[in-house]
């Protein structure tokens, strides 16, 4: 596809002029809008995005360097399918001897939002939808690795909304997305709230503003195989799961604890579902290709958090393939994912690696499972599964971890509809409780009272 950055709809040189147009805009689009008129620029934006997501999916690869080109359609697919719109927005009714009041979700306004590379459009188009469907309209600071195919997303969902009977500008963005542009979207009169998806530097930031705030933080999803587990859909699970996207997804399965009573047959069934399992002199190598750790004064970081702050994925490696990450150390394979046995205390146990390389732990029992899944998940609040045959083992699991997503049987991508039911989103707000986000979280309550008995008719 040819593409014109310049002359993109929605794409503007300045954040004070991607605002005012946005705003102007969502002042038209909310005094003209019809609930039926919402869905029906809905509805085009889907068809838009489904048409082309082989195409985007190419070009996100192509810009980004980052993840695997099919598992990427399969992103925009599900992103333009299982995204909610007014259906959501329901409205509650009391009715009484004293009248009737009437509590309906409003928009607020123009919504600043940040999308992070590793699903930039996805993003993009997933609060396109939820934010439209609000009667919002949203101005993006992109991520700058990404740029010229979101401003490709911004300029498709404009000239769709527009021939869908909309106004042009309800989703905009600055051409040259910087921290100082972020800093001057949160700080416009004219933008009334801030979304973000990204790390916890992220939210933190968009917390501290000042204005209401919805934060996607990351994640370090956790999954236990526990003795009881069908050992099989276990090990297809956690292999797909894991190297979906060569697991960029912040809900993607970052390290699993298993049983110690099942855990040589368990790594025998990855290892035949397609996996390859490293030797330890090969999983020595592979860690420090893959992870590097700052200088540190005084003792080795031994805690959950400790580790995490001092240890970092080497960002060359960050998203590509399995195969390509082994070759670095002499390894010849066409996996999709690389597993390794190591001890608790590993950085990769605690670090959101962000690559197809997976730690695997072996535990004693479901009791130190869980304990060891807890600490490594850090509070994030955000992802966790478990494989299991033991109802008391998945509801103790379930309770101790207390994330936003929570799976059974299946990869955490479930938690968003992928190849499962339920809706998707690609902002799972747990750090600001909205968690799996729609049209809904986007909204404010405004409720309109008949009091002294009025419109009573029963």
Not at 42 to 65: H, Q, S, Y
Not at 182 to 204: C, Y
Request: proline share 4%; net charge negative; aromatic share 4%.
């Amino acid at each position: 596809m040819s593409f014109d950055i310049n002359n993109a709809q929605g794409v503007f040189e300045t954040v004070e002029a991607a605002i005012e147009a946005t705003h102007k805009a969502q002042v038209e689009y909310y005094a003209n809008s019809t609930k039926e008129g919402r869905e029906a620029i809905l509805t085009a934006i889907r068809g838009a995005v489904l048409a082309k997501a082989e195409d985007f999916a190419k070009m996100v690869r192509e810009e980004t360097k980052l993840g695997r080109v099919e598992d990427k359609i399969a992103k925009h697919q599900l992103t333009a399918a299982k995204t909610p719109g007014t259906e959501v927005l329901e409205t509650k009714v009391w009715s009484g001897d004293n009248g009737i009041s009437l509590e309906e979700r409003a928009p607020y306004g123009v919504i600043g939002a940040v999308t992070p590379v590793t699903n930039p459009t996805e993003t993009i188009v997933n609060n396109a939808i939820s934010m439209l469907a609000s009667g919002n309209a949203v101005t993006f600071n992109v991520h700058p690795s990404s740029k010229v195919v979101s401003a490709m997303m911004i300029d498709m969902i404009n000239k769709t909304i527009v021939e869908a009977g909309g106004p042009v500008n309800l989703v905009t963005m600055v051409k040259e997305p910087t921290l100082e542009t972020l800093n001057q979207i949160a700080k416009s009169p004219l933008v009334n709230m801030l979304v973000g998806t990204g790390g916890p530097g992220l939210v933190k930031a968009i917390l501290q503003s000042g204005k209401k705030g919805v934060g996607a933080g990351a994640g370090n999803p956790p999954v236990i195989v526990d003795a009881s587990a069908n050992l099989d859909l276990a090990a297809a699970g956690v292999y797909g799961g894991a190297s979906f996207d060569n697991n960029l997804l912040c809900i993607g399965e970052k390290e699993v604890f298993v049983e110690d009573a099942v855990a040589d047959e368990f790594l025998a069934k990855l290892e035949a579902t397609g996996a390859y399992v490293l030797s330890a002199e090969e999983a020595e190598k592979l860690t420090a290709q893959i992870l590097t750790m700052d200088e540190i004064d005084g003792a080795k970081p031994c805690t959950a958090q400790e580790i995490a702050r001092v240890w970092h994925p080497v960002k060359q490696h960050v998203g590509q393939d399995a195969g390509e990450i082994l070759k670095s150390i002499g390894v010849e394979s066409e996996t999709r994912l690389a597993v390794m046995v190591v001890e608790n205390d590993h950085p990769l146990v605690h670090v959101e690696q962000m690559m197809p390389v997976l730690p695997v732990v072996r535990c004693a029992n479901i009791d130190e499972a869980i304990e060891r899944a807890v600490a490594a998940e850090r509070g994030n609040k955000h992802s966790a599964c478990i494989y299991s045959g033991n109802i008391e083992n998945v509801t103790k699991f379930g309770r101790a971890i207390n994330t936003t997503i929570f799976a059974h049987n299946g990869p955490t991508l479930s938690g968003v509809g992928y190849n499962a039911e339920g809706t998707s989103t690609f902002t799972i707000a747990g750090p600001t409780g909205e968690g799996i986000t729609n049209a809904y979280s986007f909204t404010r309550a405004r409720r309109f009272a008949i009091a002294q008995g009025g419109l009573r008719i029963v």
